[in-house]
Each structure stands twice: as structure tokens, then as C-alpha cells.
């Protein structure tokens, strides 16, 4: 097997579980776990602190996804301009992108509220709400990457 996910016999992160799948380690999957925790919390504090009724704006799931978006692109652009995917940098990147981030946003909701507004005749907020999510957080994650750009340059030089 190759590539990111190979099992690496003398890997010093392999914790004991040489042999298995990087995604199966036991480690890999308490970072990711840790990190879904904390970002599902986060999320569910957004949505009770702007709770969504009828075919108003969705600004809980709206924050969540701009500020993961932000998140994930300012922390995996980090990493890479900070060196190899290994040892805290890949603890990192498992904890806060894959299962902080990946936990803190919401596809599934955004496109749960899209057929709500649909269902409630609301075409024109359904396609505002689904054009502006996807701009702004093209926007959100290139924000991302230009601070963390800025921040390691400043930090390296």
C-alpha cells in the first residue's frame, strides 16, 4: 500500500500499532475523536445560540460553516508551510482539521435547510442561502490560508 494512509513498520507514531492502516491506529482515532468532541460541542452551542425557525436565515449553521472553513484553511496551510506531515504537526491536522473542523461544520445541515426552504415555497432564500454559503466560504478558507501564509512568514523570518 502507498501513499499518506501506508502502514510503516518502524513509524515512531505508529503507537504500538504497526501493521495497521494509519486510519485504523488507535491514536489516529483518539485524535480525531478528541477533536469531533470539542467541534460538536461548539456547533451545538452556535445553534442554540442562534436558533433557526422557519425560512429566517440559518445563522447558526451559516457562522459554523464560514468560521470551519476559516479554521480549516488557516490551520492545514500552516502545517504544510511548517513542514512534513508527521509527529505534532499531524496530530495537529487529525485533532483540529479532521475532527475539530470536520465536526464544527455542517454540510449535512446546509443541505437539510436548502430542502426546508424548498419545501416552504422559500425558493429565493434556498438559492441565496446555498450560493452565498458556498461563496462566502471560498472566501472564508482563502482568508484562512492568506493569515496562516502571514503568520509563518512572520514567524520564519
Known amino acids: 500500500m502507498s501513499g499518506p494512509d501506508r502502514a ?6 505508529a503507537s504500538g500499532a504497526a501493521g495497521l492502516p494509519f486510519h485504523l491506529r488507535p491514536r489516529t482515532l483518539a485524535l480525531v475523536f478528541l477533536g469531533g468532541v470539542a467541534g460538536t460541542a461548539a456547533r451545538h ?10 425560512t429566517g436565515w440559518p445563522t447558526g ?3 459554523a460553516n464560514m468560521l ?10 500552516a502545517l504544510v508551510r511548517l513542514g512534513d506531515d508527521t509527529g505534532r504537526r499531524r496530530d495537529v491536522r487529525l485533532m483540529l482539521g ?3 473542523c470536520g465536526a464544527f461544520t455542517t454540510y449535512s445541515t ?3 435547510e436548502i430542502s426546508l426552504f424548498l419545501r416552504d415555497d ?6 441565496l442561502y446555498a450560493v452565498v454559503s458556498v461563496l462566502a466560504g ?3 478558507v482563502w482568508l484562512g490560508v492568506v493569515a496562516a501564509t502571514t503568520a509563518v512568514r512572520r514567524r520564519t523570518s
Open 122 to 127: 422559500a425558493v429565493g432564500m434556498a438559492v
Open 138 to 140: 471560498l472566501v472564508a
Open 8 to 13: 510503516v513498520e518502524d513509524d515512531p507514531d
Open 98 to 100: 479532521v475532527g475539530f
Open 68 to 77: 470551519g472553513a476559516f479554521a480549516l484553511g488557516l490551520v492545514l496551510e
Open 110 to 112: 446546509l443541505a437539510l
Open 61 to 63: 449553521t451559516f457562522v
Open 45 to 54: 452551542g452556535l445553534a442554540e445560540a442562534f436558533p433557526h425557525h422557519g
